[in-house]
């Protein structure tokens, strides 16, 4: 189904949170998979696919354990949320070299971080996932290879591109949401709403005057 | 010289924003201002209501470039079933603006999804989605009046002021719509919530046809159309509640644009140097015209009885100092400005700086080109910042939030929280309810707090390495760094404080509307007027588009 990009943002949004993500990464992960989706991605598959496998796990286990060095998580596979905000709030290491991450769970979604990190430099990025590059600007995004070919899982580098390359992606005004992604998020974002109380529902909104007059 | 803007510690209390009313740079009146620059037309190609109400019509404005149409739907809604609440299910009218003139098609399938409003899906030719109730007391009076050759009791029209009142109107995004970003590029929609007015608007415009078609109907051969004077005088109403409360704390960058264009127009006239005779002859019109507005504001609240009194004791003040005190010499606004800080109530200082920039269009009016914001563009976070400068920018921004004791029940004494079965934010108390887990980052004040008291104990270095360990700091950091560009971002207050009124935050909102006549229900909700006053669209071409907010003095209301 059609959806607008605030929407899901919105959706995606409080699916993390409902993960046990902060709120600071829930908006991230907003915004990443709203960016992901405005290059026509689908980010929602990719975001449904984290939720379920890093489910519960703590934020620690997820995030790159020290950035001196390839990045990697002691918990298994890295979160591309958590270590995509470092890499955006990393950024100017890329000037002292390549940022080499090890074993990045769903890695597509580095990429919304990645275009605001090449924001800040105000220099392409170049990113690599398995056998696809992306270049990164700060506006744009280009891809070499084929995105089928995109791992579930994968090593990942970052580092400067000295000039833009690969076949530009075209901007997507809207985001297309198989059912069952939309069902999944929705299902994870139901985690953040309070179940109701008697007090509550006479309470929290203030009612009780009468509204039809 | 120019003078420098209020201090955002002063402007950025709850209670202050509080009391915040329209001015010349609301968004209803940015929008009458366009619509009548640039010759907008007119038209309504279809209204086929029939004698129970139901039906449809559509509503046009054709623009230099592009043409928008409200279609409305209208409804027999059952008495019982009529709320205003936002977990309604049905309603009298529902509306949805269009991009451009809808087919056939399009109408079919918007009536199959706009009169179930969040049950139904819209796309993306789609700008909002809203419905409106009709008000009890008068909707039946007008129409049994007019069709019995009569004209409505006017006092009753003055009183209600409204027709029919929204109960939301769902803009950017919302149930499929086409997002702000789509259209926001478009002249006519860069200032905020155009789509949204212009929506409204036109739903004025439908809402007083509506009843004198249904009059008509009743008796074709008495009914009569409204008086235009009383016409005039009725706004559509609007119900808000919680769930618009947390939009200022949500937009940070946006709040801070509103705000600064305001604060900004009043500088430019505190600074001016002298005072054009006829521009105090018209301020001091002004004056009286929100002596009448004052009196005819009515509200049962007992807060909003205690700040009318103060408002119109502040006016009855102002207008004695004026006499006594003539606008002249050297900067003689800021004269009677430094006047009103010492001698007014919050209220009266407020509702004097929407006074004093109004006789100033040519001087303030450009300022609405400022109040859109780029939200994108301040999301990223600068993880270079040292951590001692981050450290100092809350010390400087966030003083007011650093000496309270976070810990104590009353400080800490509220939730913001969605409920599960209305998914709509919702306040709670902390210690009386099971809702801590489902709290919203909705207090930036004990939020940084927090932050400050870890950051004592953090190793020099760059922001980066702090939130790589302290991720539940994130939030507040990126609000940190946004607050330290744009002083007016935060509001400057404690938002989950047990004596926390949510009515200010809904005022704060609605007076950058351009609403009037705020009438708080509860402590969460409030019921308002937009566009009393006001020209209908075919009027723009001949009249003032700009001078209706306040009553005239010839005892009009």
């Known amino acids: 189904m059609s959806w607008s990009l605030n929407e899901l943002e919105a959706l995606a949004r409080k699916a993390a949170r409902g993960r046990g993500m902060t709120w600071g990464l829930a908006e991230e992960t907003g915004r990443a998979t709203r960016a992901l989706c405005g290059w026509g991605m689908d980010a929602p598959s990719a975001l449904t696919k984290l939720l379920q496998l890093q489910d519960g796990l703590a934020h620690d286990a997820v995030a790159p354990a020290r950035t001196a060095g390839p990045w990697r998580a002691t918990g298994g596979a890295l979160c591309p949320i958590a270590a995509g905000c470092c890499l955006n709030d990393f950024a100017t290491m890329l000037r002292s070299g390549p940022i080499h991450m090890h074993s990045v769970a769903k890695p597509l979604l580095l990429l919304g971080f990645v275009q605001m990190a090449a924001r800040r430099l105000g220099q392409p990025v170049r990113l690599t996932i398995g056998a696809v590059q992306f270049c990164v600007t700060g506006d744009d995004m280009a891809v070499e290879g084929d995105l089928p070919d995109l791992p579930d899982h994968s090593d990942v580098t970052a580092a400067l591109a000295d000039a833009p390359f690969g076949t530009a992606l075209i901007r997507h005004s809207r985001a297309d949401v198989s059912d069952g992604a939309a069902a999944i998020l929705t299902a994870f974002a139901h985690r953040t709403y309070a179940p109701a109380t008697e007090a509550s529902r006479l309470a929290g909104a203030g009612a009780g005057l009468s509204d039809n007059d | 010289m120019t003078l420098p803007l209020r201090d955002p510690n002063t402007v950025m209390r709850l209670s202050r924003l509080g009391a915040s009313h329209q001015n010349r740079l609301s968004f209803m009146r940015v929008l009458l201002r366009r619509l009548k620059a640039e010759n907008w037309r007119f038209d309504r190609p279809v209204f086929k209501i029939d004698a129970q109400g139901v039906g449809h019509a559509v509503y046009c404005a054709h623009g230099p470039a592009h043409s928008y149409s409200l279609i409305a739907f209208a409804h027999d809604l059952p008495p019982e079933m009529r709320s205003d609440r936002v977990i309604a299910t049905a309603w009298d009218a529902t509306f949805t603006l269009f991009d451009g003139i809808p087919t056939t098609k ?197 807060a909003q009885q205690v700040k009318l009194t103060a408002l119109r004791a502040d006016l009855a003040r102002l207008e004695g100092h004026l006499q006594g005190t003539p606008i002249s010499g050297v900067q003689p606004w800021n004269a009677l400005w430094q006047w009103a800080e010492t001698a007014l109530s919050e209220e009266g200082q407020e509702q004097l700086l929407a006074l004093m920039i109004e006789p100033y269009g040519d001087l303030v009016d450009d300022l609405s080109d400022t109040l859109s914001a780029d939200e994108a563009a301040r999301f990223a976070i600068d993880g270079a910042m040292p951590v001692a400068t981050l450290r100092t920018l809350i010390a400087d921004h966030y003083d007011w939030a650093l000496d309270q004791d976070w810990d104590s029940a009353e400080a800490n004494a509220r939730v913001w929280y969605v409920s599960e079965e209305k998914l709509e934010p919702r306040l709670g108390e902390r210690a009386e309810e099971p809702i801590e887990p489902y709290e919203q980052p909705l207090c930036p004040g004990r939020d940084a707090a927090r932050l400050f008291a870890d950051l004592k104990n953090a190793a020099d270095g760059p922001v980066a390495d702090f939130l790589l360990r302290h991720p539940q700091h994130r939030h507040i950091v990126r609000r940190v760094q946004i607050t330290a560009v744009h002083p007016y971002a935060e509001i400057r207050d404690n938002t989950i404080a047990a004596q926390m009124l949510p009515i200010d935050l809904l005022r704060a909102k609605l007076a950058c509307f351009g609403a009037g006549h705020f009438d708080p229900r509860s402590d969460r909700w409030v019921r308002i007027n937009m566009f009393r006053g006001a020209p209908f669209p075919p009027d723009l071409a001949h009249e003032d588009a700009d001078d209706w907010t306040l009553p005239t003095l010839e005892g009009g209301s």
């Not at chain 2, 909707?139 to 929204?166: C, K, N, S």
């Not at chain 2, 970003?181 to 929506?199: K, N, V, Y």
């Not at chain 2, 644009?257 to 002298?274: F, G, K």
């Open chain 2, 106 to 302: 399009d109408i079919e399938r918007l009536r199959a999804n706009v009169p179930r409003q969040e049950a139904g899906r819209v796309t993306q030719t789609e700008l909002s989605v809203s419905r409106a109730n009709r008000s009890v007391r008068l909707f039946a009076h007008v129409v049994e009046r007019l069709a019995a050759g009569r004209q409505p009791d006017a006092q009753t029209i003055t009183d209600v002021g409204y027709l029919m009142r929204t109960t939301a109107v769902y803009g950017s995004g919302k149930l499929g719509a086409a997002d702000r970003e789509a259209t926001a590029g478009r002249p006519e929609f860069r200032a905020p919530f155009q789509i949204e007015m212009l929506s409204v608007f036109l739903t004025r415009a439908f809402v007083l046809d509506l009843v004198e078609h249904l009059a008509a109907l009743r008796a074709p051969d008495t009914a009569v159309t409204m008086d235009p004077t009383l016409r005039r005088r009725l706004g559509i109403g609007n119900s808000t509640g919680l769930g618009m409360a947390p939009y200022l704390i949500n937009h940070p960058a946006l709040l801070n644009n509103w705000i600064t264009a305001r604060e900004t127009a009043l500088a430019r006239v505190r600074s001016l140097p002298h005072a054009a005779p006829d521009r105090v002859a018209a301020f001091h019109r002004f004056v009286a015209r929100a002596r009448l507005n004052a009196d005819l504001w009515q509200s049962n609240h007992p």
